[in-house]
């Protein structure tokens, strides 16, 4: 079982930056891959980008590519999302997510996690 709990959101003008950390319980994060996913109002929640378990491969959307940064720190249990860049269209609830323990691949679907988080709210004014 992992318990995932996301900090770090707020408000923002655009072209500022955020970092959002998803801080988890238990004693087997690091066997655990990561994503983040996010949802704005009126919209379906979609993939923003997922880390493996040991932190070296990542993917991201095409939204974020060049301007979010995902990473992780198993020591700490924590995951971290550094958005930089931000736009209005990046207003949404972000939600951190687990997907495991020891699976490999992709992962850009939700139905492929196993824990999510409660999320964290972005807001990008312009």
């Known amino acids: 079982q992992v318990q995932l709990v996301e900090s770090g959101g707020g408000l923002v003008q655009a072209g500022g930056s955020l970092r959002l950390s998803c801080a988890a319980s238990g004693r087997t994060f690091s066997m655990y891959a990561m994503g983040w996913f996010r949802q704005a109002p009126g919209k379906e929640r979609e993939f923003v980008t997922t880390?493996?378990?040991?932190?070296?491969?990542?993917y991201y959307a095409d939204a974020g590519k060049g301007r979010f940064t995902i990473s992780r720190d198993n020591a700490k249990n924590t995951v971290y999302l550094q958005m930089n860049s931000l736009k209005p269209e990046d207003t949404a609830v972000y939600y951190c997510?687990?997907?495991?323990?020891?699976?490999?691949?992709?992962?850009?679907?939700?139905?492929?996690?196993?824990?999510w988080g409660q999320g964290t709210q972005v807001t990008v004014s312009s």
């Open positions: 997510a687990a997907r495991g323990p020891g699976l490999v691949g992709v992962a850009t679907t939700e139905a492929r996690y196993d824990y």
């Open positions: 880390i493996s378990w040991s932190g070296g491969s990542t």
